[in-house]
């Protein structure tokens, strides 16, 4: 959740981490801090509020310096105030730790310190991180061992960068379920919780494995692996992706322009692999396990927020399909549950960042369970790109923007590609499917360009304060999405149901008050949805609903109609989701909030 940086090399540091951190920013925006070591003097910045404040008074007041990090927080423990902020320091002001994750003994840890005549300033968890470094310090001979032995103490989640003012050379790192990753440069090293805040100085990376520590000097990169209790030879890796991808250009934000990705995103999802022209869907992430995907007898799916109806979107289409039973579980729910599983039982996990603590925790669950672990990732090298056992890759390009937009348009489109692999070219649909993947950039085009017709629905509607999203089938998904976009970047109140379940209780709420976006699309639903929304007219709901071009009958139905145009079934969802993430930037931006960070949300949730 929180974003860290840190530099060691011969340029000023200082420049360097806190354009990372405004790189990062997305991950959490409560307040944030910098350390800088010079010589052997320490100083200290932190604020409240977003990076550019603290940017300010970093221009002011703070020397160059070749040993920095920093951190961009999304609170836990404790409230946003500038002492909770991080870094946060031992009681002598000589060592700094920046973390992200949660330390799950720190109350007990705390205790032990205060016996020992420790001190605390913060409420956070952290800041018994360099106490207790400390605290090893003045036992054993170096500072790594003593990091090494604090390391030992704390239970939880971790990525944990540290310094000291005794040793303006080096980084100290360490992670445990938490993404860290070195950018190898010549004469520096750039340490960071994501690749966003490296790639404008290197390409060249090392992922930090779980109970990886590292010490970094501006020449060097050594890991120890304290499970393995031995050195590693670090693998240095290549990234794959382009600055410009990171970067704002003409768009106003981060998410309207992720919006109008989609269609390159689906187009990059479907090439090579969706082959039309040889009926044929090749999936290269899959390859290696293609004899153990001819056995599978179930499928379950594990995801969090958007990437979880982008599952449920799945279910219809791989049940329908390949005829291969799914279930998609909230990843927070499946990993407390007693699941029966067989050998041929998959999971898959879906995940834009790959480093959602509780997709993360679902995977580790079934590790011992001897089944196949796939997933969909758009994080390329990120953590559960690396623990499954196959998967394919969204190729979607950074994912900016809190609201998750484009990353939905990948997966789904995935997802109907893994279908129709399954599906061993045996359904009818198969072709047709195949060709309309290959049409739909152009269809998804189209949606953006009614944006501007969107924008005017949408600000009709920007004032209420509750909204029902329904939809039938496939379409129930898109629903419930449509009421994750608009709640999550606007605040209103908004509920995603099955269109048939209006009658079984949403029904009471309707009345002129209480607006309804209904997904009602041409489908063999459609006529039911149809009734759906005279019952809610009758009640004097407000109605605006997502149709098929040509569909003249709704219009007489519905308050407000957003046309998108025809397309199969199946490929319906990826979009009704561009119309949908439209409506819900459109309210939010009318009601001047900032869509990219909306209130109390971070871009990974990195902790349970
Ligand atoms: O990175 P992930 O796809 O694993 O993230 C899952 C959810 O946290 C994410 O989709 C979240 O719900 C978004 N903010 C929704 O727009």
């Known amino acids: ?313 799945g279910e219809y289409l791989i049940e329908e399909l390949a005829g291969v039973p799914v279930e998609v579980h909230l990843a927070s729910e499946f990993k407390y549950r007693d699941e029966p599983f067989s050998r041929s039982t998959v999971l898959l996990a879906i995940s834009q960042s790959g480093e959602t603590a509780d997709t993360i925790a679902a995977l580790k669950k079934v590790e011992d369970y001897g089944v196949l672990r796939l997933g969909i990732v758009n994080a390329v090298g990120s953590t559960i790109a690396r623990m499954t056992d196959a998967g394919v890759y969204c190729h979607a390009g950074p994912e900016k923007a809190v609201a998750s937009t484009k990353a939905f348009i990948a997966q789904v489109t995935i997802l109907t590609e893994i279908a129709l692999h399954l599906s061993d070219g045996k359904h009818k649909l198969f072709k047709p499917l195949l060709k309309e993947l290959g049409d739909l950039p152009a269809k998804a085009q189209v949606v953006l360009d009614s944006a501007e017709d969107i924008k005017k629905i949408a600000e009709k509607y920007a004032d209420y304060r509750d909204f029902l999203f329904i939809g039938r089938n496939n379409a129930y998904p898109s629903a419930m999405e449509g009421a994750l976009k608009l709640k999550e970047i606007s605040y209103v109140h908004a509920e995603g149901y099955a269109a048939g379940e209006m009658k079984h209780g949403p029904l009471a709420m309707i009345d002129a008050n209480f607006p309804t976006f209904a997904i009602a699309t041409n489908s063999q639903l459609l006529e039911k949805t149809c009734s759906n929304i005279q019952e809610i007219k009758a009640r004097k709901g407000p109605v605006v609903a997502i149709a098929t071009q040509g569909n003249k009958t709704i219009k007489d139905l519905c308050d407000d109609v957003i046309y998108i145009p025809a397309t199969l079934e199946e490929t319906q969802p990826i979009l009704h989701a561009i119309a949908t993430q439209l409506f819900a930037y459109y309210i939010a931006q009318h009601k001047g909030l900032d869509v990219d960070r909306p209130r109390n949300l971070a871009k990974s949730v990195t902790v349970e």
């Open 1 to 313: 959740m929180c974003g860290i940086v840190g530099y060691i090399g011969n340029k000023s540091g200082t420049d360097i981490v806190m354009k990372g951190l405004e790189a990062l920013e997305y991950r959490g925006y409560d307040s944030a801090g910098i350390a800088l070591i010079n010589g052997d003097k320490s100083q200290v910045f932190k604020q409240v509020g977003r990076v550019s404040g603290l940017a300010k008074e970093v221009d002011e007041k703070a020397p160059e310096a070749h040993l920095v990090m920093g951190h961009t927080r999304w609170a836990t423990h404790g409230g946003v105030t500038v002492q909770n902020a991080h870094p946060q320091a031992n009681n002598d002001q000589t060592i700094f730790v920046v973390h992200n994750g949660i330390i799950e003994n720190f109350a007990e840890i705390r205790a032990k310190l205060k016996a020992e005549g420790y001190h605390f300033d913060s409420q956070t968890d952290t800041e018994v991180v360099p106490n207790l470094i400390d605290f090893y310090l003045k036992q054993l001979p170096s500072f790594e061992d003593a990091f090494k032995a604090a390391l030992g103490d704390v239970r939880g989640a971790y990525s944990i960068v540290a310094v000291s003012s005794k040793e303006p050379e080096t980084l100290y790192a360490a992670r445990l379920s938490s993404p860290l990753v070195v950018g190898v440069g010549d004469g520096e090293n750039i340490l960071a919780s994501d690749p966003s805040a490296i790639m404008e100085h290197t390409k060249k990376v090392i992922y930090l494995e779980d109970y990886d520590v590292a010490v970094i000097t501006k020449d060097k990169v050594s890991v120890h692996n304290l499970k393995e209790g031995k050195q590693t030879e670090p693998k240095v890796e290549l990234l794959d992706f382009e600055n410009e991808q990171a970067l704002l250009g003409d768009y106003p934000n981060f998410m309207l322009k992720e919006i109008f990705e989609a269609p390159a995103t689906i187009k990059t999802a479907t090439l090579g692999r969706a082959r039309a022209d040889q009926g044929i869907v090749k999936l290269g992430g899959l390859e290696s396990v293609l004899r153990q995907l001819k056995h599978v007898d179930r499928i379950v799916i594990v995801a969090c927020g958007t990437s979880y109806y982008a599952g449920l979107v």
